[in-house]
């Protein structure tokens, strides 16, 4: 902003007050939008001028930078960044990471980036010295044998938490940062689509059922009728780390009170696939330090979501949106839904394969 201000000043306008309009994430539709609450003004005038002080030398600085003949070589290093876990950075070629390195230690921090000083990548090398936690040491040992580790008796205590039927279910949804309907805030998640994989009695083949919102409004309510037909009255109701599940349907019961009691008690049936993986009851060297769905699932059942015209939800949800909200051809339209539910369907069934591997190693 100090340098936008410093070049209108330079055309002869002159700037008095400079103000960064914030959006208001407390804000909830609830009809027309009310733009004077959707924005919060934050006046930043003060802070401009003390950065205003030293634009100049900024912006020659920023100038030499730009008229480099070659690009810098590597090493600019934000140690803050390191610290989260992993090293991100703009100038190619910078760093290069080995699969296993150590900013995939779990929870590894300020351990990660001292091993990296040190001139430790790979955490197969991580010195016996080295204190480790315990899921550290786990990952250490499978890293350095290429097996496994299975805790056979975790892997039991939660899959007898397991009653038939198992409903296997995952949500996708999107967002925007102007709420399109009532009842959202800025950035809230929209669901427009759901698969279910249902296994009625142990052995018994899965059934298949699916919801892919096929209108141009408000998805929701069409949504949770279509997931009541599905979704029985007992039986565990198995999700991939539930707090995205939980959370979508409890703000449906805030928006659309006359769903809620079944909704609260759809929620204490819940039971996430993703706790004994997040908790090393499973290990693969193959994962990298993660737990996610993406990375468990070719790790244990030797199948991933390559060769997929959408595989990942980030994808799904922008691709829904596109093809329902703006304008593009109904052939398009037509191969960009029945993408959307392959990937869907592929989450589910993924949990299905995911606990019958966990029943094979025990």
């Known amino acids: 902003m100090a340098f936008q201000k ?40 003060e802070e401009v001028d003390k950065v205003s002080k030293d634009i100049k030398d900024k912006i020659n600085e920023m ?11 590597a090493g600019i290093f934000m140690q803050s960044i ?6 991100d950075c703009l100038i190619e ?22 091993l990296f000083d040190r001139g430790i990548e790979i955490i197969r090398d991580i010195p016996d010295d080295i204190k480790l936690g315990d899921r550290q ?61 249902i296994t009625k009695k142990s052995g018994t083949k899965p059934e298949h059922h699916a919801f892919l919102y096929n209108g141009n409004g408000d998805p929701r309510e069409e949504f949770i009728k279509a997931l009541r037909k599905v979704i029985g009255d007992k039986g565990t109701i198995l999700v991939y780390y539930q707090s995205f599940e939980k959370g979508r349907l409890k703000e449906l019961g805030e928006t659309f009170p006359k769903h809620s009691k079944w909704i609260n008690l759809v929620l204490n049936r819940f039971i996430d696939l ?11 060297q193959k994962q990298q330090g993660s737990a996610s769905l993406k990375k468990v699932l070719p790790a244990l059942c030797e199948k991933g979501y390559e060769g997929m015209e959408i595989d990942n939800g980030s994808l799904a949800s922008a691709e829904f ?8 051809s109904n052939e398009e339209r037509d191969k960009i839904r029945e993408n959307l539910l392959k990937y869907c369907e592929l989450d589910t069934f993924a949990e299905v394969m995911i606990v019958e591997k966990l029943k094979e190693l025990i």
């Open 6 to 45: 410093y070049v209108y000043g330079g055309n002869g306008l002159k700037i008095r007050k400079c103000v960064i309009l914030h959006l208001n994430n407390e804000y909830v539709r609830k009809g027309e939008l009310n733009l004077k609450e959707l924005f919060k003004e934050e006046d930043v005038t």
């Open 63 to 73: 100038f030499n930078f730009i008229s480099l003949k070659n690009p810098p070589k």
């Open 82 to 87: 390191l610290k989260n876990g992993y090293h």
């Open 93 to 114: 070629g910078c760093i290069s990471l080995p699969d296993n390195n150590v900013f995939c230690l779990y929870r590894g921090g300020e351990l990660s980036c001292e």
């Open 137 to 197: 040491s786990i990952q250490k040992n499978c890293e350095i044998t290429k097996k496994p580790y299975v805790d056979s008796k975790g892997i039991k205590e939660f899959l007898r938490e397991l009653e038939f039927p198992i409903y296997y279910l995952d949500f996708e949804t999107f967002s925007s940062a102007i709420p399109m309907f009532d009842g959202l805030k800025p950035y809230s998640q929209v669901p427009f689509q759901f698969s279910v994989h």
């Open 274 to 284: 993703y706790k004994p993986f997040m908790e090393f009851k499973y290990y693969s």
């Open 321 to 328: 949106f596109r093809v329902t909200y703006t304008k593009c």
